[in-house]
């Protein structure tokens, strides 16, 4: 029986928790803290904390805010945004955080990565990839907040981002980001055949079905918002996670 992490992403901005939909319309949801600790007591794996504020606003981390979320989680922490400095790194894992993910910084420091892999090892440092399809349905690669196009197919940066040192990719189709659609199962297996690190499958998952898919299509790990956020039918706020026994019955099916 295989264990696949499942992992909440959390998308703070002003100190707040918010979720939107394809990389848009982020609205209040509650306190990052506070989802913090329910997700200890639902015994989550992971949490990928992203600071949606950082790059665009050209910021640098919350080093007191995060310092704050991570003193509460009793879980691994991963952090992006804002992140420019080998500097930034090191403070960031002072204050509890054990990777970091880098996305806009792929494009601007090319030696970022590998800065950060040869002084705390390569399972340290998580590349995000940020992908849609443009009118003629072609991936395409973005950065900055999916503001900014990039150059190059999403498998053949991925297999670059490897090279440079990274650890871990995390694939998200911002397409399907919040729309509990499942996920773009097409992408992930194009780019999990052209890298042998592990992915993590993002944007769209609407159930444990759709996990068990990205899984079966390349995918090492999941990760997930709008799923633990919003309670169907009506989109209410509810923090959620699987049991430990729907997660146990989907490691049977893998």
């Given at each position: 029986?295989?264990?696949?992490?499942?992992?909440?992403?959390?998308?703070?901005?002003?100190?707040?928790?918010y979720?939107?939909?394809?990389?848009?319309?982020?609205?209040?949801?509650?306190?990052?803290?506070?989802?913090?600790?329910?997700?200890?007591?639902?015994?989550?794996?992971?949490?990928?904390?992203?600071?949606?504020?950082?790059?665009?606003?050209?910021?640098?981390?919350?080093?007191?805010?995060?310092?704050?979320i991570?003193?509460?989680?009793?879980?691994?922490?991963?952090?992006?945004?804002?992140?420019?400095?080998?500097?930034?790194?090191?403070?960031?894992?002072f204050?509890?955080?054990?990777?970091?993910?880098?996305?806009?910084?792929?494009?601007?420091?090319?030696?970022?990565?590998?800065?950060?892999?040869?002084?705390?090892?390569?399972?340290?440092?998580?590349?995000?990839?940020?992908?849609k399809?443009?009118?003629?349905?072609?991936?395409?690669?973005?950065?900055?907040?999916?503001?900014?196009?990039?150059?190059?197919?999403?498998?053949?940066?991925?297999?670059?981002?490897?090279n440079?040192?990274?650890?871990?990719?995390?694939?998200?189709?911002?397409?399907?980001?919040?729309?509990?659609?499942?996920?773009?199962?097409?992408?992930?297996?194009?780019v999990?055949?052209?890298?042998?690190?592990?992915?993590v499958?993002?944007?769209g998952?609407?159930?444990?079905?759709?996990?068990?898919?990205?899984?079966?299509?390349?995918?090492?790990?999941?990760?997930?918002?709008?799923?633990f956020?919003?309670?169907?039918?009506?989109?209410?706020?509810?923090?959620?996670?699987?049991?430990?026994?729907?997660?146990?019955?989907?490691f049977?099916?893998?």
């Amino acid at each position: 029986m295989r264990r696949i992490r499942v992992i909440p992403t959390i998308l703070i901005k002003n100190e707040g928790l918010y979720k939107g939909q394809k990389f848009k319309n982020h609205e209040y949801v509650g306190d990052p803290i506070n989802t913090v600790r329910i997700f200890n007591e639902k015994q989550v794996d992971e949490i990928s904390i992203l600071d949606i504020s950082a790059t665009p606003n050209n910021i640098k981390p919350n080093i007191l805010k995060i310092a704050d979320i991570a003193s509460e989680a009793f879980m691994p922490l991963s952090y992006g945004g804002g992140i420019s400095k080998i500097e930034e790194v090191d403070e960031l894992f002072f204050n509890g955080i054990e990777k970091v993910i880098l996305n806009s910084s792929n494009f601007t420091t090319t030696n970022l990565i590998s800065e950060i892999a040869n002084k705390y090892g390569n399972q340290s440092v998580v590349v995000s990839i940020d992908v849609k399809k443009n009118w003629l349905g072609t991936y395409e690669v973005y950065s900055n907040c999916g503001e900014k196009k990039q150059k190059g197919k999403p498998e053949f940066i991925a297999n670059e981002m490897e090279n440079r040192g990274a650890g871990e990719i995390i694939l998200t189709s911002i397409d399907r980001e919040g729309g509990s659609t499942g996920y773009d199962y097409h992408l992930i297996e194009i780019v999990s055949k052209n890298i042998s690190i592990p992915l993590v499958a993002s944007g769209g998952a609407s159930c444990i079905d759709d996990f068990y898919l990205a899984i079966k299509s390349g995918a090492s790990a999941v990760s997930a918002g709008s799923i633990f956020v919003f309670q169907k039918p009506n989109n209410a706020v509810l923090i959620s996670y699987p049991t430990q026994e729907e997660l146990i019955m989907l490691f049977k099916r893998l």
